[in-house]
């Protein structure tokens, strides 16, 4: 049996999440797009924009599509622009599949960095879901994130 979460862990950490991680050329006009294998498993993860951004995360196995997740973001502050991201969110992200109660499609329930504060809510399972995304800098909310997803059948 195929254990999707255990799959989008090793992926995510070896995409966006990961810092050091070169994106590949553009799947689309404009796109940002990081790509990860493992056996007959593919994860492909693309994105348009920047400091408001729209994107999908989709696995394949066996060349079928099999799970994905599309969100949305915006950087309320956008004179943070990538300082949020790298302050914040990859090392968050980078945590995907240490908080056991929630499933690991983004990062963990909470997660402090210095004056950033990371927050994840998320309704549901693997197999259908929706989740808000948020980042505090020293209380003020200066980012958001709307995700949802599941199976492909």
């Known amino acids: 049996m195929i254990n999707i979460e255990d799959f989008l862990i090793e992926a995510k950490k070896q995409t966006y999440a990961n810092s050091l991680v070169e994106r590949i050329d553009s799947s689309r006009l404009n796109s940002k797009d990081y790509e990860y294998q493992k056996n007959n498993m593919l994860y492909h993860d693309t994105y348009f924009g920047g400091t408001k951004f729209i994107g999908e995360e989709v696995v394949y196995i066996d060349n079928q ?24 969110l990859r090392p968050a992200l980078m945590k ?16 402090v960095n210095g004056e950033y504060k990371y927050t994840f809510k998320v309704s ?9 995304e948020t980042i505090y800098k020293n209380n003020v909310k200066i980012y958001e994130l709307k995700c949802n997803g599941g199976l492909i059948k």
């Open 65 to 88: 599509t099999y799970w994905a997740m599309n969100y949305y973001g915006v950087t309320l502050d956008e004179t943070l622009g990538e300082e949020a991201m790298d302050n914040a």
């Open 96 to 111: 995907v599949g240490e908080d056991k109660t929630i499933i690991p499609v983004r990062g963990p329930k909470e997660f």
């Open 124 to 132: 549901g399972d693997i197999n259908c879901f929706n989740g808000i």
